[in-house]
């Protein structure tokens, strides 16, 4: 079993910064990319960041995250973190930690998992 959990989210006025974390754990063989999604109220799931074990980096084309939040990994830690700022109160979300994990059960098999989500409210 794998679990992702979630932490950091919580209420912040606009301009200012919050740092979310994700944590993975349990029958861990390896984690080939940790990222981040979102869901504003009324609106579809949409793709933040990603970083892949490789060391790269993806943002979403978009461009309304690009130079503000900043994707990263512990990879000892199995840990992923998403630094966000000059928040704005389109940010305000559910944001959701995702990603593809090998277990030691089944190392030649990457599985998507989701975490439970954690809630981001910008006031303006």
């Known amino acids: 079993q794998v679990q992702l959990v979630e932490s950091g989210g919580g209420l912040v006025q606009a301009g200012g910064s919050l740092i979310l974390s994700c944590a993975a754990s349990?029958?861990?063989?390896?984690?080939?990319?940790m990222g981040w999604y979102r869901q504003a109220p009324g609106k579809q799931r949409e793709f933040v960041g990603q970083?892949?074990?490789?060391?790269?980096?993806?943002?979403a084309d978009s461009g309304s995250v690009k130079g503000r939040f900043t994707v990263s990994r512990d990879i000892a830690k199995n840990t992923a973190f998403l630094q966000m700022n000059s928040l704005k109160s389109d940010d305000t979300a559910v944001y959701y930690c995702n990603a593809n994990i090998r277990t030691i059960a089944s190392p030649h098999r990457s599985v998507n998992y989701w975490g439970q989500g954690t809630q981001v409210t910008v006031s303006s």
């Open positions: 970083t892949s074990s490789k060391g790269s980096t993806v943002y």
């Open positions: 349990g029958s861990l063989f390896s984690i080939d990319t």
